[in-house]
Nanobody, 120 residues
Framework: QVQLVESGGGMVQVGGSLRLSCAASEVTYTMGWFRQAPGKERKFVAAITWSSNNIYYVDSVKGRFTISRDNAKNTVYLQMNSLKPEDTAVYYC????????????????WGQGTQVTVSS
């Protein structure tokens, strides 16, 4: 059972930045970030494979968010810049044993989530 613990959420003004971290109890092949706004379904944000050779982003965050991982620390990061009000959501870290995993049902383990609020 892989345990995931997110941190780094908070409140920031439009145009600001936040860095989310997710510490895993062990290394998994693909690590991803999802987000869920109130009343909406959980949606894919970004994913990165073990070697960092394969990285995927949803179109709405390309050029603003950067996912990275440090396997020595079993940690994945999500650097979020130029934040917009529509980025407001609970952000979840997840782990999968598939290479190209962008759907929630492809992930086996989930963190508890961290709130990100972007105020205008």
């Amino acid at each position: 059972q892989v345990q995931l613990v997110e941190s780094g959420g908070g409140m920031v003004q439009v145009g600001g930045s936040l860095r989310l971290s997710c510490a895993a109890s062990e290394v998994t092949y693909t690590m991803g970030w999802f987000r869920q706004a109130p009343g909406k379904e959980r949606k894919f944000v970004a994913a990165i494979t073990w070697s960092s050779n394969n990285i995927y982003y949803v179109d709405s965050v390309k050029g603003r968010f950067t996912i990275s991982r440090d396997n020595a620390k079993n940690t994945v990061y999500l650097q979020m810049n130029s934040l917009k009000p529509e980025d407001t959501a609970v952000y979840y870290c997840a782990a999968a044993n598939l290479m190209q995993a962008t759907r929630p049902d492809e992930y086996d383990y989930w963190g508890q989530g961290t709130q990100v609020t972007v105020s205008s």
